[in-house]
């Protein structure tokens, strides 16, 4: 019997960037309601949450893995660099934003690649550099990305990656618990590192659904309410002195507001006494 290829999706966001939930629900909700092998928590300019979340994981026995990755800014597009353990700079080129990736010894993808938009990787950019000296070169393209401006661009980018020997990844760049896992890649092996190479490898394959037409709009309201929410708590925190600040989603005492400290450690309170 052929055994089951491993599943992954590398490319969520979380509160402490433009996501709308914080890493315990998207933890929660992995393990509850999807079949993932490996997750990568990719907020954008920061991987602080992506840290609690592999930590926490880890603690908790949880049945898949947490990848630490950030989707980082290039004024050659957005970068999903993967397995790093130091937050990478924003607005620089992106052959040397993928360089440090490669210098931590991570792995680089560029997300919603060939798009015409100025956060998304153009052709030419990408043919240069897959030109150039091997640590400048992208590791893969992320071939599905399921919003709207993914799909009528979908073929073009698989067929990028296909000419030029790029690993493909599906990913769903999810802002909301619903979406993770609407666009996975599959790998041979269950684990991280079977599939880091797998990617090196290139014998990763991408899969997913498309977001119905108009089915975002929900979930930028629910950036924008988030974005309120952020602004009240920080200008509160700043005037009350108090050292509290937003909520980025994850239980710390530095990198969360006080409201989401209080309610994360009332779930471990809860989970402790249901145990």
Not at 7 to 34: K, P, W
């Amino acid at each position: 019997m052929t055994a089951r290829l491993g599943r992954a999706d590398l490319h969520i966001h979380t509160l402490a960037s433009d996501g709308t939930v914080g890493v315990i629900d998207v933890l929660d909700h992995v393990e509850r309601n999807t079949d993932l092998d490996v997750i990568a928590i990719a907020d954008h300019e920061r991987i602080d949450a992506a840290l609690a979340g592999r930590r926490i994981a880890v603690d908790r026995g949880l049945s898949f893995e947490v990848v630490v990755a950030e989707e980082i800014t290039t004024l050659g597009g957005h970068l999903l660099g993967l397995w790093l353990e130091e937050r990478v700079k924003p607005f620089r080129s992106l052959r040397s934003t993928i360089a440090e990736v490669h210098a931590q010894g991570g792995i680089a993808v560029p997300a919603h690649p060939l798009v015409p938009y100025p956060l998304c990787a153009q052709g030419f950019v990408l043919r240069r550099l897959l030109g150039d000296d091997e640590r400048y070169r992208p590791d893969g393209l992320e071939a599905f990305n399921p919003t709207t401006l993914g799909r009528p661009w979908h073929g073009k980018v698989v067929r990028f990656a296909e000419e030029h020997g790029l690993a493909r990844l599906g990913n769903s760049d999810a802002h909301e618990l619903d979406a993770i896992g609407i666009g996975y890649t599959t790998f041979p092996g269950r684990s991280a590192d079977q599939l880091r190479s797998a990617i090196l490898a290139r014998t990763t394959h991408h899969h997913g659904s498309f977001h119905p037409p108009g089915a975002q709009v929900g979930t930028f309201g629910k950036q924008l309410r988030k974005y309120g929410r952020d602004v009240r708590a920080e200008v509160g925190g700043r005037l009350r002195r108090d050292g509290s600040r937003r909520d980025l989603g994850y239980p710390s005492e530095h990198g969360v507001g006080a409201v989401g400290l209080v309610a994360s450690r009332r779930r471990g309170e809860e989970e402790a006494e249901s145990a």
